[in-house]
């Protein structure tokens, strides 16, 4: 049977006396809250028996907050992903106790992201939401501006103007070294490129493809890009249409899915063979992407710094709160993450 952890043990871990320990547990003397996160943080990863009540002594004396999610594709594992990170920010962020409350939106049409938007408006005092740009939808964001509810777009802009902030990767940039990557480990004589949007009404993808299609007429022009693909991110649409890309354009020498759906592309390029004779790029490292890259279906992944981004996005929603001001709108672009068979 394991031993049961001790205070010595709590001490140890998170590298303070067991005099702290005993003051963080007790309550009786202050303890800067660094010091007593950290005694926390050991309790959780020892299973100390106590570990509520230093919840409780931790946390304590914090406002709370109620923030809002509004998220796509709950089956999809970069969104699963996303949304672990934001429950773990929110336990972890030290100027609220946080309640979040994250719903994912049954289709992209406006009418189901508006009445979700209202749904969270209920009961949150700020939202952040990943979403097409529709005028409905900005319509919606103004309404809850002047409800005293700031929104933040998140990975892809929209509602410019009247949302909060947006917070993500800068897309134009994203798309560039994309392309970038395609030119240098394709075929350099040239041939046909593509690329797959989602829809033009997600503002991250349309920067994405411009930022492609411009590296490409810019520095590249003996490639050939071929008509934009939309796949609405389902991969059964993907699929269909990297299947379609290969029997039209047997010059084709790389493509990049800017969004969803590139599970649909690593399926078909795997029915035809196609490991390691074209250059493709996708985003997200997922099970599925970071399987293709280390057999050589998918040469290069874009990668979202999750949990740093959900943690400032939680810091700047919990701002807005605590410290409401006239709004100002702002752009928060985080570095990304570049992925390879060698480095995963």
């Known amino acids: 049977m394991a031993r049961r952890p001790t205070i010595r043990d709590l001490a140890d871990v998170s590298g303070v006396s067991v005099a702290t320990v005993d003051r963080v547990l007790n309550g009786r003397h202050a303890v800067r809250e660094e010091t007593a996160r950290r ?20 946390f304590q004396d914090r406002p709370n907050c109620r923030l809002g999610f509004l998220l796509q594709r709950p089956n999809q594992s970069f969104y699963q992903s996303l949304s672990k990170e934001i429950e773990a920010a929110s336990a972890g962020n030290a100027d609220a106790k946080i309640i979040p409350q994250i719903e994912f939106a049954a289709s992209a049409t406006p009418a189901a992201i508006v009445e979700k938007l209202h749904v969270l408006a209920n009961r949150n005092q700020a939202i952040a939401m990943v979403g097409p740009d529709y005028p409905v939808v900005a319509a919606a964001v103004a309404e809850l501006r002047e409800r005293g509810i700031p929104v933040f777009s998140l ?12 917070i993500g990767l800068n897309n134009s940039k994203v798309g560039r070294t994309a392309a970038w990557f395609i030119s240098r480990t394709a075929n350099r004589s040239g041939g046909k490129v593509a690329c797959f949007v989602g829809s033009h009404r997600y503002h991250g993808h349309e920067l994405r493809e411009i930022g492609f299609r411009s590296f490409f007429r810019e520095n590249a022009p003996q490639f050939e890009l071929v008509e934009t693909v939309i796949n609405l ?38 029915e035809e063979g196609m490991a390691g004779k074209l250059a493709i790029v996708v985003n997200e490292l ?47 672009l985080l570095p990304f993450n570049i992925h390879v068979s060698e480095s995963v």
């Open 39 to 58: 005694v926390y943080e050991a309790a959780e990863s020892l299973g100390y028996h106590a570990v509520s009540l230093l919840k409780q002594r931790v």
């Open 155 to 166: 990975l892809s802009d929209l509602a410019g103007g009247v949302r909060r902030g947006y």
């Open 233 to 270: 991110e389902t991969v059964e649409i993907t699929h269909e249409a990297t299947i379609n890309l290969l029997k039209q354009h047997p010059d084709l020498v790389g493509f990049y899915v800017s969004g969803g759906g590139m599970e649909g592309a690593i399926t078909a390029l795997r």
């Open 286 to 332: 997922t099970p599925e992407s970071r399987t293709a890259l280390t057999d050589d279906i998918v040469t290069m992944v874009v990668g979202t710094p999750v949990g740093p981004l959900c943690t400032e996005l939680v810091e700047l929603m919990v701002t807005s709160v605590l410290e409401p001001t006239e709004q100002i709108s702002g752009e928060t």
